[in-house]
């Protein structure tokens, strides 16, 4: 479960790198509540994730929250349009496709296979 948890703390963290890559300044200026959305979608697993490492076992509300936030991510990215043209997208989206993506898939086999109390 340890690898599930750093999974999902990889992932927060491959979006948020992503983010900051893109641009965050012109993001929050272009659109700030978007923004900050897409902020707390990657951030909040982190945290749940962080707090479950060093607080065990990482519970399944905590790892419901952050498919919720993962979710959330990847349907405001519209992930399904832009893995058509992944290979033409800067870097940093990149990142933020993989965060999202990936972060969907690790939460939901950490929701199927909670931990057990320590």
Do not use: D, H
């Not at 707390?40 to 905590?62: D, E, K, N, S, Y």
């Not at 990149?94 to 939460?107: F, K, N, P, T, Y």
Request: aromatic share 6%; net charge positive; with cysteine.
């Amino acid at each position: 479960m340890k690898y599930l948890k750093l999974g999902v703390v990889i992932c927060g963290a491959l979006g948020l790198a992503g983010m900051v890559m893109t641009g965050i300044g012109a993001m929050l200026e272009s659109n700030s509540a978007s923004t900050i959305v897409m902020l707390i979608a990657f951030a909040l697993p982190v945290l749940m994730a962080v707090t479950g490492l060093a607080r065990p076992p990482f519970q399944a509300w905590q790892a419901g929250v952050s498919l919720a936030c993962f979710a959330l991510a990847a349907f405001k990215l519209r992930i399904w349009n832009i893995l058509e043209v992944i290979t033409v997208v800067p870097m940093g989206l990149r990142l933020i496709v993989a965060g999202a993506g990936l972060g969907v898939i690790v939460s939901v086999v950490a929701v199927l296979r909670p931990e057990a109390n320590a």
